[in-house]
C-alpha cells in the first residue's frame, strides 16, 4: 500500500531532511534554476507545494513538488519535481491525485518540464507533449 500526502508548510521543517535528498534528485536534471535551499523557501512562503508517497512502513520513496501558474487565461499546476524509486509502481497513483487535488485548487492543466523517458511514461496517461523547450547557457558565441 502507498499513501500520498501534501505537507502542510508549517511542518517543513520536520520532514525536509527525508524529502531533500528526492527534490534534489528531482532537481537534478535541470540547468540551475533554482536550488533545493530555493525549493524550501518556495514551499515554505506557500509558492509551491510539497508532497509526500511513503509505504507501509512509512518509509518515504517518492517526493514531488508542485506550483500553480497563474497565466492571464488559465491557472495550470506544474510539476517541478519528482524524484523517488520504483516510479512504475506508484506513477498513477501519484498522477490520479495530483490531478484530482488541482482540479479542486482552480487548476484547469497540469504541465511540466520532463527528460524525453518521463514524458514516454506520462502519455500512457493521456499527457501530451504541449511543448519542447530548449535551452542554451549564454557564455558561449558560435
Known sequence: MIYISGVLPELLPHVWDDCEPYIAMGNSRGKEEQNTHDIYHKIKNQEMQLWILSNDDKEIVSVLTTEIVEYPRRTTCRIVTLGGKDLDDWVEDWLNTLE????ENGC??????CRKGFAKKLNKFGYENTYTVLGKELNVKH
Open 100 to 103: 484530482t487535488w488541482a482540479l
Open 108 to 113: 484547469e492543466a497540469i504541465e511540466t518540464c
